[in-house]
């Protein structure tokens, strides 16, 4: 049987190919349902779907890092700013925080006044 080629042989690739797609779909579903205006950022930064994979990622890991209501406004922002890349959100992220660094548990009550014993 060298030189033929049996049924289902040549579908192998296919199979990697409709794996590698449907963890794409997953990837990208999570994200388009926790921050829907990623789709719009997405459909512009690779309109032909270069490296889409990679940017979806990227995002998925923003979005893990800070949360789905920063992602929604730095993606927003990027979008009005005309910057569709997962680097502007990024950089959108890094300046909020700077901004509005996270309180840290306990800071808003006052400092402990010094008694005596």
Same mark, same amino acid.
């Given at each position: 049987m060298i030189g033929t080629n049996r049924a289902g042989s040549g579908s192998s690739? &296919?199979?990697a190919? &409709?794996?590698?797609q449907g963890v794409s779909l997953h990837t990208t579903g999570r994200l388009a349902q926790a921050v829907p205006e990623s789709e719009t950022l997405l459909d512009l930064a690779s309109p032909v779907g270069n490296r889409r994979a990679v940017k979806t990622a990227q995002l998925l890991k923003l979005l893990d890092l800070s949360g789905a209501?920063?992602? /929604?406004h730095a993606i927003e922002e990027a979008l009005e700013r005309e910057t569709p890349r997962a680097s502007s959100?990024?950089?959108?992220? /890094?300046?909020?925080q700077h901004r509005h @660094? @996270? /309180?840290r548990q306990g800071r808003s009550q006052p400092p402990p006044r010094n008694q005596p014993v």
């Open positions: 690739t &296919g199979v190919a &409709g794996k590698t209501p920063a992602l /929604r959100v990024a950089f959108l992220l /890094r300046r909020r @660094p @996270p /309180r």
